[in-house]
């Protein structure tokens, strides 16, 4: 029973143990543990074992204690006959018994015959003393046989014995050996794992978790070039394009530079991630976000954990460095962490992905912040399957667009000649395809470079210069038609067109979900469960002409609407609006369309989407053809003065769900990297795309 528990406490619970520490450490804090486990079992084998070394040594001793014991014994009992007279008593005795002995004869004497007779005495004397000397050894060399005997038999049982338990518990010791040697192969399997099984993407002192098939690292940069200790430390904060680390824990930053880092991408010679990992793009911020994530704490540390389980991933909310001083600033209450993103070209400001208790958002911000840095696997596998994406997307646009020339033809929108004299162009109607691919040049861009290193965009040049000169092609043939629609045709070339694309690429054609308004114009298009209008809200219960105008503005639960177009508006109201939720009373909306909650616009968002053009307005498609719809970038009017901004490259729309505090409500931002639900304020004028009540 003491060997079954021994058994269960050394091995079946640091086991146990090692599961916990792997669901929570990872396989390091495992590494460690077991190291522990085996020099803890290595430990507890000597304290078994020493108290039977200490018994056999002692048993050693006594036997040897008791055989010289013995040995004495006998020398003294041989010696004692020798030693019971001295010499002078001898001599002295042996002349009486002489003389004794002359008298009892009769004869007369003197004294050379009484010597003579001594001598015979003492002869007798010694060959006496020898016959008993000699039945004494007789007799002690039989009672050593015996003792030996009695030994031997006492060491046989006690072998006897020995083997006995031996032989009970070697099926126990053979299970504690298997267990060691399985801890032992454990130890060598988790210090080998990352060359065994190393896809150029781990490396040695740091694990991962693959969200939307993006793997990324479980813990924040520490020093350049080296993790931190487990995922709920700070680590340190970088400016972006700087491998310089600041501390993330200390109120003062000694030496700060506020001068703006330079560059048009963070550079492999300024990467402060460990080899094999780089810091993320935008695009796959983005994608992070769409997996979901909760604000939860983790030991003590406040943060976001994103995906859904067992592939979790949890930021931790360590606050940032300001760019003008480098201040230590929103620690606990939210996190910021830079992509490799630089926004539209700016050379003084990247993409970075904010956490906070209530939202996330990606927004762009100046170099010289200090934020955290969580690196993405730089993935060779990665190179190889864009390539190939980009092959296929390519040989797709050939195939679509003769489909396209033929759908032309058949429909009388342009004649064989007509066709001809475009023939270099092959009529690729490039918004279309592009929407019907589910494809933009941005996207593809984007997907490029946030994957590969500088050398390595060089190996796509060719096929980026394709597409590039693709959009030019396609801008041309959508003008070229525009210009030869027939004057019968009442109906947008988009309408038309949006049902060709699904006879090029099979099911895809099938029109369900699409429905005409109640002005016979406008239909509603079902994303995810839900019907969402075509176009936006112009005047107050009225749709905007085209799915691609801007309509007006509206200030969040206020039914007054505002130009979309000029710099600046008069009256404009600059007190904020209350209320808990949009009212029905200023719903600006058509009958029969209302403002849409914040988890209708989320689940647009986590449909797929990408950065298009229309008509010559910039904006994104959201959807699956045919079940799309268009929001045109409008931009928005600030609240403090009206005035209007980013139009062309931002668009915001309004939910009708506040936010927690009074000055802000929910709405949806995009632009032509990423979409994201933001906090807006509610004074600001923003667009707005209902759905269906």
Known sequence: MAIVLFIILLFILPFIITVIIASNKGYSGCLWFLIAAVLGWIAVIIVICMPNLKKQEQRHQETIAALTAQKSNIIVNNSSGKNDLSQSVLSENFRLDAIKALKAAGKPFDEYDVEIEMEKLKKEHHEKLAQEEKVQREEQAKIERMRREEEYARMEERKRIESEKRKKNAPYWGIATILLLILLCLIIFFLLRPYLFSDSNATANDEYVIINGVRWATRNVGAPGTFAENPESA????????????????????????????GTMWQSANNPCPSGWRVPTAAEFQSLNNSGSVWTTRNGVSGRLFGREPN?????????????????????????????????????????????QQYTNLEARNHAHGFSVRCVVANESAREALIAEIHRRFDTLEKVGNNVNNALIELGLLSEAEIRTINDTQGYLGGMIYDALGVTLDGLLEKAFGYLDTAEVEELEELIDMLIEFEREIEEMQMFIENHRRQNRQISATQQMSGLFGTAQGSRGETQGVTTGSDGTVGGVVINGVRWATRNVDAPGTFAARPESFGMFYQWNRRQGWSSSGESVSSWNSTTPTGTSWTRANDPCPQGWRIPTENELRSLMNSDSQWTSRGGVNGRLFGTAPNQIFLPAAGWRFGSDGVLVRMGEFGRYWSRTQDINEYDAIGVVFCDLNVFKNQMLRLSGSSIRCVAE
């Open 235 to 262: 680590g340190m904060f970088f400016q972006w394009n700087r491998r310089q680390g600041w501390s993330a824990t200390s109120g003062n930053a000694s030496g700060w530079s506020d001068s703006m880092p330079t």
């Open 312 to 356: 979790q991933l949890f930021l931790p909310a360590v606050g940032w460095r300001v760019s003008s001083s480098g201040a230590l600033n929103g620690v606990g209450s939210g996190g910021v962490y830079w992509s490799s993103t630089l926004y539209h070209n700016e050379n003084t400001h990247a993409m970075r992905f904010g956490i906070y």
